[in-house]
Nanobody, 128 residues
Framework: QVQLVESGGGLVQAGGSLRLSCAAS????????MGWFRQAPGKEREFVAA????????YYADSVKGRFTISRDNAKNTVYLEMNSLKPEDTAVYYC?????????????????????WGQGTQVTVSS
């Protein structure tokens, strides 16, 4: 079991930057694949970025590639999402998610059902 708490959201102007953090409870953070998803009002939840247990591989949605960077610090039980060149269409609630390495089935980084744990979300609003 792991609990996830996101922080770092807020209001920013277009072209600005934010860094989201997701702090995880427990001692086995390094055995969880982590993902970021977002959901805008009236839209379905969509994949943003993901990172493997070791941090060796990262995955991004085409819409954020080159602007967002996911990283993790296993010593701090934290995963980050650095967001640059923000656009109004990036406005959404951002959710952190986790999947343990021992989970059954094949991990598909961009699919929400591949993750077992979710945070409460943090609001990101980008003004034009």
């Amino acid at each position: 079991q792991v609990q996830l708490v996101e922080s770092g959201g807020g209001l920013v102007q277009a072209g600005g930057s934010l860094r989201l953090s997701c702090a995880a409870s427990g001692r086995t953070f390094s055995t969880y694949a982590m993902g970021w998803f977002r959901q805008a009002p009236g839209k379905e939840r969509e994949f943003v970025a993901a990172i493997r247990w070791s941090g060796g591989s990262t995955y991004y949605a085409d819409s954020v590639k080159g602007r967002f960077t996911i990283s993790r610090d296993n010593a701090k039980n934290t995963v980050y999402l650095e967001m640059n060149s923000l656009k109004p269409e990036d406005t959404a609630v951002y959710y952190c998610s986790a999947r343990p390495v021992y989970a059954l089935g094949f991990w598909e980084p961009s699919r929400g059902p591949s993750y077992d744990y979710w945070g409460q979300g943090t609001q990101v609003t980008v003004s034009s």
